[in-house]
């Protein structure tokens, strides 16, 4: 109830109401606004019963779900929840530390997306001239990728008229981010940053029998030794290297393997391509500017932020962050871009973070629950809450799976995990259609991140129906 309900001016009321100004309409009048302002009073009082209610009844529930979950003792944990429609907290626990977020980062990336990409990816800018085509990279990962069938830009580079290609790029970071595991560089869920991916920048290597199929077909005479059918096997190279070596000492049975490529910040590119086309392709610094380079779209923007979010793509926000930086800034420099975003659109962030990739693969990324809180809110007011329903994971689906069976259409959320350091940030939408923003971290914990996930589920499963 407004305060102004009990502001009443009383002169004003007796000169509308009591023309003939007798003594006991006064006293009539006087009682009626005590008990007006009584009434507020104890509506207020009621609002503040029921608010301190609900933060002791989701306090106890944070309690016996993680707080005291055994082996946790020793861990961090930070846990906010916030009501969107009544723009207020219903639950704050650490909520101002900072954490490393893991893939929770993704949000962040996912918010420069939006913000300075357009709805089609731009595959690249170029100029042709006399069957010469200048190609100005991008960044754009979907290039080749087998997520994604439809492949544009590879039918415009084989029209026939086009007889050499030179790349050029305005690339200014490192292959790899800042905090990385190096030992991980092996691995598919750290392909190396790129200004023109190819194939996710991860080679395919195919047994059958006695003989192995590479994707690209460029790197099979790079390859040494063969596996041995119904049995373990494992590809090898050195960091920075190009010789692929089949190793049966380690590894698992199966017929498909995946290691990452390395690319040399593009210099690789032009072989990869060159062997695709058939054409002659050349890395070579030609500057176009806007005017002289037309864009090229390649797929929906939505469409890679899915699989970004949906399986946790690594690669895909990293090139994600890149590209962005490349619309925004005209370079690809990741640093640049987050600094950028940090002092300008991001600016009312309530704990000024430590961010340095697009992926959360770096354990120097460090953010408090609440800054979650905010990047959610503000993703929701800039790009509205049904589009991030697609985007973002649901129940039982992609880093969700086998979770929240049976609240589809009541949870929105992005994981997050490194070992020992585990996370979850999104939207609840409850049983009586509020929308609450939450966001959970929990590092240096020694138990397991399964078992956690449950407890998760628990509480998250709790607000819903509860609110």
């Known amino acids: 109830m407004p305060t102004s309900w009990y502001k009443i001016d009383l002169q004003f009321m007796l000169g509308l109401l009591l023309p003939s100004g007798r003594i006991e309409d006064v006293v009539k009048m006087k009682i009626m606004q005590q008990k007006m302002r009584s009434?507020?009073?104890?509506?207020?009082?009621?609002?503040l019963l029921v608010s301190c209610s609900s933060q002791k009844q989701i306090s106890k529930k944070a309690r016996t779900t993680l707080l005291d979950y055994k082996g946790l003792a020793p861990a961090n944990i930070g846990i906010s929840i916030f009501d969107a429609g009544r723009n207020k907290f219903l639950y704050n626990y650490e909520a101002e530390k900072y954490f490393t977020p893991a893939s929770n980062v993704k949000l962040f990336t996912l918010y420069a997306g939006l913000k300075y990409l357009d709805d089609s990816i731009v595959?690249?800018?170029?100029?042709?001239?006399?069957?010469?085509?200048?190609?100005?990279?991008?960044?754009?990962?979907?290039?080749?990728?087998?997520?994604?069938?439809?492949?544009?830009?590879?039918?415009f580079l084989q029209r026939p008229e086009i007889r050499q290609i030179r790349i050029n790029t305005a690339f200014?970071?490192?292959?790899?981010?800042?905090?990385?595991s190096?030992?991980?560089?092996?691995?598919?869920?750290?392909?190396e940053r790129d200004p023109f991916p190819m194939y996710g920048n991860v080679a395919t290597v195919i047994f059958t029998s006695d003989s192995l199929k590479t994707i690209p077909t460029v790197i099979k005479p790079f390859f040494v030794g063969m596996p041995v059918q119904n049995h373990r096997w494992e590809v090898e190279r050195p960091l920075g290297g190009h010789i692929f070596t089949i190793d049966t000492t380690k590894g698992t049975t199966g017929h498909v393997k995946q290691?990452?490529?390395?690319?040399?910040?593009?210099?690789?590119?032009?072989?990869?391509l060159a062997d695709t086309l058939h054409k002659e392709v050349i890395n070579e610094y030609i500057q176009l500017n806007g005017a002289e380079g037309l864009p090229f779209y390649s797929q929906s923007t939505d469409?890679?932020?899915?699989?970004?979010?949906?399986?946790?793509?690594?690669?895909?926000?990293?090139?994600?962050?890149?590209?962005?930086?490349?619309?925004?800034?005209?370079?690809?420099?990741?640093?640049?871009?987050?600094?950028t975003l940090l002092k300008?659109?991001?600016?009312?962030?309530?704990?000024?973070?430590?961010?340095?990739?697009?992926?959360?693969?770096?354990?120097?990324?460090?953010?408090s629950p609440r800054d979650f809180i905010y990047i959610l809110n503000k993703l929701k007011d800039d790009f509205t809450l049904e589009r991030l329903k697609v985007i973002l994971p649901g129940a039982d689906e992609g880093t969700l799976a086998g979770l929240y069976k049976g609240y589809e259409g009541h949870i929105y959320a992005k994981t997050g995990t490194l070992s020992n350091n585990i996370a979850l940030s999104g939207f609840l939408v409850t049983r009586k259609n509020r929308t609450l923003i939450f966001s959970i971290q929990v590092n240096n914990h020694m138990t397991s991140a399964t078992g956690l996930r449950k407890q998760f589920e628990k509480l998250l499963t709790g607000l819903i129906d509860k609110y």
């Open 259 to 272: 290691i990452t490529m390395a690319m040399g910040k593009g210099l690789f590119a032009s072989r990869y």
């Open 344 to 367: 300008t659109d991001l600016q009312g962030l309530p704990q000024m973070p430590r961010w340095v990739d697009g992926s959360g693969l770096s354990r120097y990324n460090l953010f």
């Open 172 to 180: 200014a970071a490192e292959s790899f981010g800042s905090g990385w």
């Open 182 to 191: 190096w030992d991980d560089y092996k691995e598919e869920y750290m392909a």
């Open 303 to 339: 469409s890679l932020f899915k699989i970004m979010m949906h399986r946790s793509d690594n690669f895909f926000a990293e090139q994600t962050l890149l590209m962005a930086s490349n619309e925004k800034l005209g370079e690809m420099n990741d640093k640049r871009m987050i600094d």
């Open 123 to 155: 595959a690249a800018r170029f100029a042709l001239d006399e069957g010469t085509l200048v190609l100005q990279a991008t960044g754009d990962p979907t290039f080749l990728h087998p997520d994604f069938k439809s492949q544009p830009l590879l039918q």
């Open 39 to 47: 009434l507020f009073f104890i509506n207020i009082a009621f609002c």
